[in-house]
């Protein structure tokens, strides 16, 4: 088949030195290497799905509800803050 491909002026060149250096025409060279790299962009086997181990972490301490982890959190920030502020008296 023939066809029209425009090709930067470096790939050009180390395209058409592979086919001095080997003997070769320039249209086997660039048919070589569009097969090499058409065979490399091949989808590779299927990756395994990734599986976590959980891990225990212990109980949460008494009168700790862990549902209202928002809840929970913003206590915590304002004990912290409050405990900042009692600092700077």
Known sequence: MRTTLTLDDDLAR?????ALDSGRSFKEVVNE???AGLEGASPGPAQ??????P???GKAAPGLDLDKTLYLATRLEDEELARKLELRK
């Open 14 to 18: 180390t395209l058409k030195q592979r």
């Open 33 to 35: 290497a569009l097969r």
């Open 48 to 53: 395994r799905a990734y599986r976590l181990t």
């Open 55 to 57: 891990a225990a972490m």
